[in-house]
């Protein structure tokens, strides 16, 4: 039994209210400000540093952006890589970590062999080499296939496989079901939260993911997004600091540059309100380390 | 001789037994093999590049032609000062981030905890940890764009009079730039984990404190915290096992050369050393090597350490013990 008590609402109550509110807007504001200055005009972004709201609409920088940027390709590229590499990876961790629960000869074997690169990696030079060999330079593939299967994930997808009651697949098999079936049919199924956690882990992972793309990418059109940001962030520092006077210096306005931005973090703007509880899940269901 | 046919047979049998295994579940061995070959070519495979740390690269002859030279980029390791000066580097700005970055979260966690309007909360909650979800291009950008000379700070410390701070380029504030820049994009998802502790309390005890008559802080000093002993121990020992990485993607897109003596870590070195001026491949993977068993000597350490804390250890938990 739980007897609500209704407590007072102290000063105490309200200087932690004021404290988590202040430091709330001191984390919130920078990104709330750089949405500001990508939608009004250039302007009123001078005129008035420190906006609440915009005084005034102008979204010519996302016109600018789109249409003289490479920000439009980096989309698609990332889009592809969200989806396809999500998809990817989300199939090989479920068939691994499916088959590695099961009682199967050298399963032990095959675990061993899947742990021992976490602990060794050839490193930077090493995997740009053989990115080079297998042909893939320049190709979404090099951004997909290297980071196909996370060990740590399968980890934690075994043991919620490992969790799950073995009544339910023996009653399955009793009616004659094999173990792709059962699988598919029976316990996929009951693991949709997880499955749209690591999705979304592996979703942000992938969309953030821009060393890669300065890695193994050359061509603009080709690079993921968030590479194509960092050059252009990269370039109008040098822009701004070379051209003092002439129309140089309305390539890459803050207007321009904050609406690329904004673009680059649009995505988990929109989803991750409403998807933070499957986020938190992880944490749960994961490992203690993040 | 009886014995040994009876041994013999047993064998046979289990044998048999294993193979029949395998064909019975020859559907989940298929289900194996794409990880496999995923597995051995993206992380076995550039192993064998691992060579190249006591080589002298040569791209017209290749990894395996390569001639040797034998320690040589070891040797030139202890001896390069732009080496030294990154790994002195990396130390002192993961300790900051280490030691510096350790409460907030737990603070932040504490407050949290003493929000009653679940409301609230969750709004504050979905603000505090989101910047976690923007990659640090985007982040960079946006304090870019926040401490410039004309940026928001310095247009309000004018505005009061104060005089005009170049953040971006100081040296000898920099890295504590590094450090409040990982916090502000950090501390509230590293809140969520002992916020997670701090709802496994168990309510009671705390309905106890009160009808002993304990205060709010008396409640947070003597329930809360120890009631998160455990995941802060395993937190603060298990941070220390990235000690070798001071956060590459931050620094890398927040730095320029005036700061390569305060802020050039390991991995925007090694960087730089394998893409820009003339590359040096072995050295570079002797610098990896170097790291790399470093990073594994403290993963061993710091990952059984926080098991002695009643962690659950990386990997534990995956393969059923029979």
């Keep these: ?290 | 001789m009886r014995n040994k046919s009876v041994a013999k047979s047993d064998r046979e049998l289990k044998r048999k037994e294993t193979l029949r295994a395998i064909k019975r579940y020859k559907y989940l061995y298929i289900m194996l093999i794409p990880t496999i070959i995923s597995i051995f070519v993206f992380r076995y495979m550039p192993i064998y590049g691992i060579q190249l740390a006591f080589k002298e690269f040569n791209p017209a002859l290749g990894i395996t032609k390569s001639p040797w030279i034998g320690l040589a980029n070891f040797e030139r390791l202890v001896s390069e000062p732009g080496f030294l000066n990154a790994f002195k580097n990396t130390i002192i700005i993961s300790l900051m981030k280490v030691l510096g970055g350790f409460t907030p979260p737990i603070i932040l966690a504490v407050l949290f905890n003493e929000i009653r309007s679940l409301r609230y909360k969750k709004i504050m909650q979905t603000i505090y940890t989101f910047p976690n979800f923007i990659s640090w291009v985007v982040m960079a950008g946006i304090i870019t764009n926040l401490f410039s000379g004309s940026g928001l700070v310095n247009q309000i410390l004018t505005s009061i009079g104060l005089e005009k701070q170049n953040l971006l380029t100081e040296p000898s504030t920099f890295r504590m730039f590094i450090l409040i820049t990982a916090i502000w994009k950090g501390a509230g998802w590293g809140a969520i984990y002992y916020m997670a502790a701090i709802a496994g309390i168990d309510t009671s005890l705390y309905e106890a404190a009160e009808i002993d008559g304990a205060n709010r802080w008396q409640k947070i000093w003597h329930v809360t915290l120890p009631g998160i002993r455990e995941m802060i121990a395993i937190q603060f020992i298990m941070s220390f096992s990235g000690l070798m990485q001071a956060g590459f993607d931050q620094i890398f897109n927040l730095y320029n050369s005036s700061l390569f003596e305060v802020a050039d870590i390991i991995d925007t070195y090694v960087y730089r050393i394998s893409f820009q001026q003339t590359p040096s491949y072995g050295f570079s993977v002797a610098v990896g090597m170097f790291t790399g068993v470093i990073n594994l000597v403290l993963l061993l350490v710091f990952n059984q350490l926080s098991k002695l804390g009643g962690g659950k250890g990386l990997f534990e938990g995956g393969v059923r013990k029979s």
């Design chain 1, 1 to 290: 039994m739980r007897k609500k008590k209704l407590k007072r609402f102290t000063f105490t109550d309200f200087c932690i209210y004021a404290i988590v509110a202040i430091l709330g807007f001191t984390v919130f504001y920078p990104l709330y400000n750089s949405v500001l200055i990508s939608i009004v005009p250039q302007y009123e972004a001078i005129k008035h540093p420190f906006m609440l709201y915009p005084p005034k609409l102008d979204f010519s920088a996302y016109k600018f952006a789109f249409e003289s940027t490479s920000v439009a390709s980096g989309v698609f590229v990332s889009g592809m890589k969200v989806i396809l590499g999500g998809a990817l990876s989300m199939v090989l961790t479920l068939l691994t970590s499916y088959a590695l629960t099961r009682p199967l000869p050298g399963r032990r074997l095959i675990y061993a062999f899947l742990l021992i690169p976490t602990y060794f990696s050839g490193g930077i030079i090493p995997n740009y080499l053989l990115i080079d060999q297998l042909g893939l330079m320049n190709t979404i593939w090099a951004l997909i296939l290297p980071s196909s299967v996370s060990f740590g994930t399968v980890v934690i997808f075994m043991r919620y496989f490992n969790s799950l009651p073995e009544e339910l697949e023996e009653s399955a098999r009793l009616d004659g079901a094999n173990d792709i079936l059962i699988l598919f049919k029976i316990l996929i199924p009951l693991m949709k939260p997880i499955i749209a956690t690591y999705f979304l882990y592996g979703a942000v992972a992938n969309w953030n993911s821009w060393f890669d793309g300065l890695l193994y990418i050359r061509t603009a059109s080709k690079m993921p997004i968030q590479t194509v940001l960092r050059n252009i962030i990269q370039e109008s520092t040098i822009s701004t600091m070379e051209s003092t006077s002439g129309e140089e210096i309305a390539v890459y306005t803050e207007g321009v540059k904050m609406a690329c931005l904004v673009i680059g973090m649009a995505p988990i703007m929109a989803f991750y309100p409403f998807l933070q509880k499957y986020f938190v899940t992880g944490i749960t269901a994961g490992a203690v380390k993040g």
